[in-house]
């Protein structure tokens, strides 16, 4: 009989109107990499927040190593040497990378200060051991985001942790990062470790884990053993379905530039530039991917093209027509759509209802305001129930619902049936999929193909590379807010592509070379 | 475990329906009152006898009727609701304007010196007065609202300074009319007074007057705009979600800076109907009328609706005419003010029963994250 390193039986959780964790049982085995694979939503976050002690379940038992425990505070979890890498780091950044990892647990000397020394000997240990390669002494402001992930592990190995957690742990990282990860789990496992990996990303588990428990709306669907079985048979138990991983498409017909940047500069805040010298052109009929890391000034750049920036140097030619100095109101009226990357913050009005939602930018229009300024209330909730059917929008109330109450992806609909039903030329889409259900990205996808088919021009900003690979006709990879080499997404290589976006120009070159 | 459940989920119903807990308030400070009155030792149906004769003109315990009351009691609630609905509609645009008292006493002014320096034509010279004040108001509030939107300069901080320049710039300019002594000026000439004989002789002498339908029609304006315009539907974007508002398209400076104006026009019309509907002189202020700051509450309680405001207005306004009548009836006076602001209080508790139930619901939905969509 196999040793289980934890073993979590018949765990219910509830919250007020759902039911995160039905009877959910998990087993994983001493020093394995186990996988728990899931939608948004499906409770892996739930789980593992039991097992470390953030909530009590209502009901079910966990054995640590056969020892039956109640855990209930992380540091007790500590205790019994659970560690959990969250997927926002939770470091204090002008702290030192040794001060950040002993913070709470200080080495001191006789004389009672915090011995520093000892403190960075150790942690130089830990990292050579586990192959980490972390300065001690560097500040954490001052390295990357996968060094700062790094420094999420030390913390837990400098607390002697055995069970490792990871929450979505690619999320933040650049595909090189997300390779140097993949060798991080494999020296873990040679020490002796087990690793428990929460992820919605077939690839990774397929890489990495060796066995998967695969959660569906709180229930647990079943384990596998990854080698035996398929990325199709695992999202398929996932998603409850089968699912299409790529989306179908014609070759993109390009024709005429109706986007054209010259070398813009976009400010951040004082002094920095968050986009420098940025040139790029969208034609019609073609789907143009932006492809980097969060924070190198995609937001910024989709936000000045769409007018709620401004724009310090260069210019904006839309359709040759130079829109720079445009307003937002302008903007829109000559035919540039916009998906908000913060949904919540700009994309809607919460407390509006959904018609009204539908209509946020053009209830001006003839159709919707009559005799200088009165609305046409019937017709916007006609318009209102046209797209509901036309989006596949649920909503509880028709037209009337407030669209603060709808799940997630449902909102985003909403937004994307405004956009596209503007009929612009240029349709700016950034992150559109973040944080949504398979389901709910399948029709995105085909929404935005379609737009493209029907001629329009579309650059779409994603973070997930797979998201740009899968729809985009071209791919610019950006960083630090300059596009350091644009590819034909055919031919284009995920690695090239990620150390364009670590910005070596020479991928770049490489691939311009080879066409 | 059950039950619990049961008892949040009737407390988020109650507490999500503005009108519910509205009324609710309102029950919860009238009992408070009532116990106050009875641990006095004073018998508190003389508080609803009271109340009764301002809203009916029935005098139970003498059995006699006098419509007089009534007409007071809207008399009184006029500058109130007008008041409200300047807190509303700045409010409805994500604004505290807390400048009315200021925008009221603008209004005040210029209504009083168009009443004296107008042409006295009988039915245009009124008119002419109450919309100089309209007019005075919107400039006072639009001001503001031009800083705010500019230059963000905090309306709160904005306003509350302009209502002491108000004040002062209103007694000064006041008393340098000819004839005028330091609490009044001449009297009005009658073409500029809203006082009407056909509802003087309907209410019995009382001293509502023509004033009653500028509120009427200020609160179907007030609605109409909000809910039916594309003005209305700008100002309540940028109410709601500014950045949202922005990103359509929509002139936020624009629409802040509107919305300033109308909020100041209404109250710079309360300032009208009191001078020109309750006076038949022009008043060098004393002190504050407190109009403007009571209509926070009153559009507080109403929702910022241009219903609930006109209810609520009718309410403060029934408190403070029924005063003199609960004195001759051995109840202190100041009872109306406890329950008025206990009202106040509660609905302030709201907001902040509101905070407490919006971040549980956001640390839920956090702890979920996006549910499966459906």
Known sequence: MPDYAIEMLEITKAFPGVVANDAVTLRVYDNEVHAILGENGAGKSTLMSILFGLYDADSGQILVRGQKVQIRDPNQATELGIGMVHQHFKLVHNYSVTENIILGKEPRTKTGDVDLRFAEKRVAELSARYGLDVDPKAKVDSISVGMQQRVEILKILYRNAEILIFDEPTAVLRPQEIDELMQIFKRLKAEGKTIILITHKLKEIKEAAERCTILRRGRCIGTVDVRSSSEEEMAEMMVGRSVKFKTDKVPAKPGKTILELKNLFIRKSKGLYAVQNLSLSVRSGEIMGIAGVDGNGQSELVAAIAGMLPVEKGSILLSGKDITKMSIHDRIAAGIGHVPEDRQRFGIVPDFRLDENLVLKSYASPAFSKNGGILNMAAIADYGKKLIQGYDIRAGQGPATKVGSMSGGNQQKVIIAREIELSPELLLVAQPTRGLDVGAIETIHSRLIAERDKGRAVLLVSFELDEILNLCDRIAAISKGEIVGIVDAKDAKERDIGAMMAGFRSAARAEKEAE | ?374
């Not at chain 2, 609701?81 to 807190?87: A, D, F, Q, R, V």
């Not at chain 2, 000026?185 to 209410?203: D, G, K, M, V």
Request: glycine fraction near 10%; proline fraction near 2%.
């Open chain 2, 1 to 374: 475990m059950k039950r619990s459940s049961l008892n949040k989920s009737l407390l988020d119903r109650l507490l999500s329906s503005d009108k519910a807990v509205s009324i609710s308030v309102v029950l919860l400070g009238f009992l408070c009152g009532t116990l106050l009155v009875v641990a006095v030792g004073r018998n508190a149906s003389g508080m609803y006898s009271a109340m009764l004769q301002t809203l009916t003109g029935l005098d139970v315990t003498r059995g006699t009727w006098n419509i007089r009351y009534v007409g007071e009691w809207l008399n009184a609630s006029l500058p109130l609701i007008l008041c409200g609905l300047s807190m509303a509609f700045a409010a409805r645009t994500g604004l505290f304007n807390i400048g009315a008292e200021g925008q009221y006493v603008v209004g005040l002014t210029a209504a009083q010196f168009v009443a004296l320096y107008g042409p006295q034509i009988p039915g245009l010279h009124w008119m002419l007065a109450l919309l100089a004040a309209a007019v005075a108001g919107g400039i006072w509030g639009g001001v503001v609202g031009w800083l705010k939107a500019k230059f963000s300069v905090s309306e709160v901080v904005a306003t509350i300074m302009l209502n002491y320049v108000a004040f002062f710039a209103s007694r000064w300019l006041t008393m340098l009319i000819p004839g005028s002594n330091t609490y009044r000026t001449p009297s009005f000439p009658a073409t500029a007074r809203l006082s009407n004989p056909l509802i003087n002789q309907l209410t019995n002498g009382s001293r509502l007057n023509l004033g009653l339908f500028v509120v009427i029609l200020s609160c179907l304006v007030f609605w109409f705009v909000i809910e039916k315009t594309k003005l209305g539907f700008e100002l309540r974007a940028t109410g709601l979600n500014k950045d949202a508002a922005q990103y359509a398209g929509i002139n936020v400076t624009k629409g802040i800076t509107s919305s300033m104006i109308i909020a100041g026009a209404f109250a710079g019309l309360a300032g009208a109907v009191v001078a020109l509907g309750s006076f038949s002189y022009g008043r060098v202020l004393g002190g504050n009328d407190n109009y403007g700051f009571n209509g926070i509450a009153v559009a507080l309680v109403g929702n910022n609706t241009a219903g609930g405001t006109m209810i609520a207005g009718l309410l403060f306004g029934m408190l403070a005419s029924a005063q003199p009548l609960m004195q001759s009836r051995q109840i202190p006076k100041e009872v109306t003010w406890i329950i008025s602001g206990l009202v106040v209080i509660f609905i302030s508790l709201r907001a902040a029963f509101r905070i407490i139930l919006d971040k549980r619901a956001k640390r839920r939905a956090a702890e979920l994250k996006e549910r499966i969509d459906e």
